[in-house]
């Protein structure tokens, strides 16, 4: 089982920008895709994006302009940056390791992630 802690959130005025973390521990952290779900109030879970184990990147198709998600093998954490957020993409947002080792595809469904942080509050201020 994969541990997983976020940092980072809080309040952040539209058109800042701010840095998420995720330190992970428990397996080997370079052989898994890592990704990053959000959950607004009254919503479903959503992907935001998602970092395989070959640097490859992928991103919900509405964020992928101003959202980054990137990795530092050294250091097993994996980050997402936000620049310049809306006050919609206020959310909680969970870091998750995917089961999947050394997968290649460009399929995230949530199902595949099977670790999941506590989430960190983000609001985005008008």
């Known amino acids: 089982q994969v541990q997983l802690v976020e940092s980072g959130g809080g309040l952040v005025q539209a058109g800042g920008s701010l840095r998420l973390s995720c330190a992970a521990s428990?397996?080997?952290?370079?052989?898994?895709?890592m990704g990053w779900f959000r959950q607004a109030p009254g919503k479903e879970r959503e992907f935001v994006a998602a970092?395989?184990?070959?640097?490859?990147?992928y991103y919900a198709d509405s964020l992928k302009d101003r959202f980054t998600i990137s990795r530092d093998n050294a250091k097993n954490t994996v980050y997402l940056q936000m620049l310049s957020p809306k006050p919609e993409d206020t959310a909680v947002y969970y870091c998750?390791?995917?089961?999947?080792?050394?997968?290649?595809?460009?399929?995230?469904?949530?199902?595949?992630?099977?670790?999941w942080g506590q989430g960190t509050q983000v609001t985005v201020s008008s």
């Open positions: 428990g397996r080997p952290f370079s052989s898994y895709a």
């Open positions: 998750a390791a995917d089961s999947r080792p050394y997968y290649s595809g460009s399929n995230f469904p949530r199902a595949d992630f099977t670790s």
């Open positions: 970092i395989t184990w070959s640097i490859r990147t």
